[in-house]
């Protein structure tokens, strides 16, 4: 065995699929040189969503769980949440406003 370092090339390109930077890509696979700005050929997408959640219905406290799972995950980002317990109704209420954000191909509608 030889005690020389051998180099290793760095890829020359990137291929984006599934998510870049922590954000989830939505489109056709892109595969970009290093030397390429990823502003140049994609773009950030949001949506701005307000919602009341009953969470002692069991769809809407799903719905809940799944929006406060993509704000833990770095995809959403929670711009305001407030919890109001409604005692004659013995149940909680919970209102959201969360921002939706991902990446697509530029030229590319959005989805």
Not at 54 to 66: R, V
Not at 78 to 85: A, D, G, N, T, V
Request: proline fraction near 6%.
């Amino acid at each position: 065995m030889s005690d020389t370092i051998k180099e290793v090339e760095e890829p020359t390109s990137i291929k984006i699929t599934g998510d870049f930077e922590g954000i989830p890509y939505r489109g056709v696979p892109i595969n970009l040189k290093k030397t390429d700005k990823p502003e140049d050929f994609m773009k950030l997408n949001t949506v701005l969503y307000v919602k009341r959640f009953e969470l002692s219905d069991e769809k809407q406290l799903k719905e809940y769980e799944e929006v406060c799972q993509k704000i833990q995950d770095g995809h959403a980002q929670q711009s305001y949440e407030k919890m109001e317990y409604i005692p004659d109704e013995k149940h909680w209420v919970a209102l959201v406003r969360w921002i939706d954000y991902w990446y697509s191909p530029l030229g590319e509608p959005e989805k």
